[in-house]
């Protein structure tokens, strides 16, 4: 999955948790309003199996994201470091297009 569709998933995940939703009733309603929902619902569907939240949600997220989850999962804040992930996975996100930003410049001044 895209890095910008886990920060937006994480975000909105974490929020609606923090609002009383259980994790299947948000992922249930992200997969409603998401425009791309086929990875959403198969995830729903992992969760309906009764698979625990850190293992359903693994092929989906990065080694790092995964093992913050499944330790998040395990003893508890779930919906904090959903919103600690996402916030500090945009900020990665911004520094990684800036650095992209710095390096095409000498490249434009090169070849024109």
């Known amino acids: 999955m895209p890095r910008r569709q886990q920060v937006e998933f994480l975000s909105l995940l974490g929020q609606l948790i923090q609002s009383g939703y259980s994790i299947n009733q948000a992922t249930n309603f992200i997969q409603q309003i998401s425009r791309e929902s ?5 995830l729903n569907l ?3 199996k ?3 939240f850190a293992f359903a949600i693994k092929p989906y997220l990065n080694n790092s994201l995964n093992f913050q989850i499944g330790m998040a999962d395990r003893y508890g804040n779930l919906e ?9 996975s945009e900020k990665c996100l911004k520094q990684e297009n800036k650095i992209k930003q710095i ?3 000498p490249l434009v001044l090169v070849f024109y």
């Open 38 to 42: 086929s990875w959403v619902k198969n």
């Open 46 to 48: 992992e969760l309906a």
């Open 50 to 52: 009764g698979k625990n």
């Open 80 to 88: 904090k470091i959903l919103l600690q992930l996402a916030d500090f």
């Open 103 to 105: 390096l095409r410049y």
